[in-house]
């Protein structure tokens, strides 16, 4: 599923090929819905219209529209964005704009766990989909201190704790792993138990994660695609997270003792970790 680097990959990458404004010629929706159904009139409510720039909420896309609209997409569970010219439509293309000068913007989800919102731009902060939605992790209203008071007098696992998009907004299993141990924290502590120089520490480690994925283009496990077709190669970096039994870097356990990196279940996913560093 992607999260926080994979979606902004593709913010990245639509914002580097496309050239804005950049006018809706044609809107070819290919069905009436993914997860939730297509907005209604979506296509003359887009076509004519410029796109003026790209944003990012969460995993959210946003698409803002010279017509005071921002379409609102969520890739879903293997949604991918492809820039491209003179595409012809493959199963699982669900929705293609072409632009003005001939370039194509081609949502492809095969699960179709995705979607497609679009409202007024004033009424952003209040959708649905942002309402009870925690700070951005790479934005400055995330620090040691506002992480502290989300995690203040809570029980369930510090792991638990980073998924809930309340507490902090993109980060999913795979970053919540990787954060955990390159701050060396548990993930079985308790959420309460972050505070002070261990929330400094966790959020920097989370922002640092995040930064690194995002500049080697997001991790392609099963279906992220960079916006050129690319794939995302941050996978080949992980430090634990898909690393059972394997040796662990930059710690000194002995994987001839340890048996290498541990997996558990924390409510149904896996967790991976080192339990000499990560204490
Ligand atoms: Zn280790």
Redesign the pocket.
């Known amino acids: 599923m992607p999260e926080l680097p994979e979606v902004e990959t593709v913010r990245r990458g639509l914002e580097t090929a496309l050239k804005t404004p950049a006018q809706i010629a044609k809107v070819d929706q290919r069905r009436k819905d993914l997860r939730v159904p297509f907005p209604k009139n979506l296509k003359k409510r887009l076509e004519g219209h410029e796109i003026t720039r790209f944003g990012r909420r969460a995993k959210y896309l946003l698409i803002y529209m010279s017509s005071g609209e921002v379409m609102i997409l969520h890739l879903g569970m293997s949604g991918s964005i492809l820039i491209t010219k003179g595409h012809r439509p493959e199963k699982h293309d669900h929705l293609i704009l072409t632009l003005k000068n001939g370039q194509q913007i081609v949502f492809n989800d095969p699960r179709r766990f995705g979607m497609v919102y679009l409202c007024p731009e004033e009424d952003l902060e209040t959708h649905k989909a942002f309402a009870n939605i925690g700070p951005e992790p790479l934005g400055n209203d995330f620090n040691g201190p506002v992480l502290a008071e989300k995690l203040k007098g809570k029980t369930t696992s510090v792991k638990q704790a980073l998924l809930d998009q309340r507490v902090v907004a993109g980060v999913g299993n795979i970053y919540a792993c990787e954060a955990l141990f390159e701050a060396g924290i548990s993930p079985k502590r308790k959420a309460k138990t972050i505070q002070g120089q261990r929330a400094e520490k966790l959020v920097n480690a989370i922002r640092g994660v995040l930064k690194r994925a995002i500049k080697a283009g997001g991790s392609s496990l099963k279906d992220h695609k960079q916006v050129s077709g690319e794939l995302g190669y941050f996978q080949h970096n992980f430090k634990v997270y898909d690393c059972e039994g394997e040796?662990?870097l930059?710690?000194?356990?002995d994987i001839a003792q340890?048996n290498?990196?541990k997996r558990m279940i924390q409510s149904g996913r896996s967790t991976f970790y080192?339990?000499?560093?990560?204490k």
Do not use: H, L, V
């Open positions: 040796n662990c930059g710690c000194d356990c340890t290498g990196i080192c339990p000499r560093k990560q």
